[in-house]
């Protein structure tokens, strides 16, 4: 029963804390809640649950058609040797860096991937 009454006290404080840190950034501490635009709260409450998100997004979305680019730029030399149109490409170094490439475009698609399921 007390223990209940201590979880009861903690979300109450921290869902004042989390009102309080919301109207400060809103700067609108003291004026109401009528003063927090709902739209602005929404941004502010996603931003203090998953900060730094949309830049984490951005850059999985960087680095991994990055990577991609430069799995399709090797895979096109892979394909001119084996056409024939070139001779100078060692074969099991390109597809290393095949690997490595396509390995972490698809890396930094599953880390987006549980980035948006978790936020």
């Known amino acids: 029963n007390t223990l209940a009454r201590k979880n009861a006290a903690l979300t109450l404080n921290s869902s004042k804390r989390e009102s309080d ?8 501490k003291g004026k ?13 409450l996603s931003e203090s649950i998953a900060p730094w998100r949309t830049l984490r997004l951005f850059l999985y979305a960087s680095f991994g058609f990055g990577a991609f680019l430069g799995g399709l ?3 096109s030399g892979v394909a001119a040797f084996l056409s024939g149109a070139r001779d100078d490409v060692d ?3 390109e597809y290393l ?3 490595i490439d396509f390995g972490a475009a698809i890396a930094f698609a599953v880390l987006a991937k ?3 399921d978790k936020g």
Do not use: Q, W
């Not at 840190?21 to 609108?28: F, L, N, Y």
């Open 32 to 44: 109401g809640k009528a003063a927090v635009d709902p739209g602005l709260r929404s941004k502010l």
């Open 73 to 75: 730029i090797t895979l």
């Open 91 to 93: 074969l099991n170094a």
């Open 21 to 28: 840190t919301i109207e400060e950034a809103a700067g609108t």
């Open 97 to 99: 860096n095949l690997g």
């Open 114 to 116: 549980f980035d948006i």
